[in-house]
């Protein structure tokens, strides 16, 4: 089975600055990554799929690199709705597993 | 698109539950459907769901052999069976849809249910 790790578990941010949250694969997945961003209460939401790919309606300061095992996702000029936690997916085989999430504060 | 859950609530261990997740905008027979758990103030983990357009399906090692998804195409609805209910079975429940239709997904999810709520406890 594929395990997903996130880092960090948690990130301080300003309305403005840049984020950049990592996810690591325990073997190799090209770029059969998802990620997903989820509010206080709510069900979460697909953001970048395939690694970079920018999911319909979805800002373009949220963007997603990497392939193999190391996976970055990036928030440039951080807004208000973007205090949240973010999850990575990795779709390469089943189970399919997500990471810890990491929360932007 | 919209996906409603229900059928969660209170039960004791060893206990099932049948949750539902009422489709509608789109047929589920199209699509591979999953369901998705977070336990209270954890993170999400992946549950079950299917490869594709048909009845082929895999679980977490959590839940094989205690849960079962299935779906009803004349009621457009996905099931999920849930026997020998286990204290850490407690979460709210998301099912979600496949972001692309036909038998090769690739599995990621576009939209999501309100999830339901599912305690186990004596």
């Known amino acids: 089975d594929i395990q997903m790790t996130q880092s960090p578990s948690s990130v301080s941010a300003s309305v403005g600055d840049r984020v950049t949250i990592a996810c690591r694969a325990s073997q190799p997945i090209g770029t059969w990554i998802a990620w997903y961003q989820q509010r206080p209460g709510k069900a979460p939401r697909l953001l970048i799929y395939v690694a970079s790919s920018l999911q319909s309606g979805v800002p373009s300061r949220f963007s997603g690199s990497g392939s193999g095992t190391d996976f970055t996702l990036t928030i440039t000029n951080l807004q208000p709705e973007d205090f949240a936690t973010y999850y990575c997916q990795q779709a390469h085989s089943f189970p399919l597993s997500l990471g810890g999430g990491t929360t932007v504060e | 698109v919209q996906l409603l859950e229900s059928g969660g609530g209170l039960v004791r261990p060893g206990g099932s539950l049948r949750l539902s997740c009422a489709a509608s905008?789109?047929?589920?027979?199209?699509?591979?459907m999953t369901w998705v758990r977070q336990a209270p103030g954890k993170g999400l983990e992946w549950v079950a769901g299917?490869?594709?357009?048909?009845?082929?399906?895999y679980y977490a090692d959590s839940v094989k052999g205690r849960f079962t998804i299935s779906r009803d195409t004349s009621q457009n609805t996905v099931f999920l069976q849930m026997n020998s209910l286990r204290a850490e079975d407690t979460a709210v429940y998301f099912c979600?849809?496949?972001?692309?239709?036909?038998?090769?997904?690739?599995?990621?999810?576009?939209?999501w249910g309100q999830g339901t709520l599912v305690t186990v406890s004596s």
């Open positions: 299917f490869s594709g357009t048909g009845d082929n399906a």
């Open positions: 905008g789109f047929s589920v027979s199209n699509y591979a």
């Open positions: 979600a849809k496949d972001l692309d239709t036909g038998n090769f997904p690739r599995h990621f999810f576009d939209y």
